[in-house]
């Protein structure tokens, strides 16, 4: 089994960085894509961002040039660098790391944005 733990998360005034890390543990052959989800209340879960082990990411439009992506392989750990965030992107941001024989969701931490 593997297990995916965020944290990170917390208040935040709108314009306001935060930096989100989560770590996947356990009993892990190879991790492949790890990435950022959100969801926020009455939405459905969205892809924020990815990575593969190779160093590939993706955005999702709204976050381009304001999210960072990175990833320490060695520590199968993501981080997602949170910038200029906004009211409406209030939510709890849920890791996913998909591992060789399935794919594992932490519990997800919350973002709040507001004054």
């Known amino acids: 089994q593997v297990q995916v733990v965020e944290s990170g998360g917390g208040l935040v005034q709108p314009g306001g960085s935060l930096r989100l890390s989560c770590a996947a543990s356990?009993?892990?052959?190879?991790?492949?894509?790890m990435g950022w989800y959100r969801q926020a209340p009455g939405n459905q879960r969205e892809l924020v961002a990815s990575?593969?082990?190779?160093?590939?990411?993706v955005y999702a439009n709204s976050v381009k040039r304001r999210f960072t992506i990175s990833r320490d392989n060695a520590k199968n750990t993501v981080y997602l660098q949170v910038n200029s965030l906004k009211p409406e992107e209030t939510a709890v941001y849920y890791c996913?790391?998909?591992?060789?024989?399935?794919?594992?969701w932490g519990k997800g931490t919350l973002v709040t944005v507001s004054s």
């Open positions: 356990g009993n892990i052959f190879r991790i492949d894509d």
């Open positions: 990575i593969t082990s190779g160093g590939s990411t």
């Open positions: 996913s790391a998909r591992e060789t024989f399935g794919r594992y």
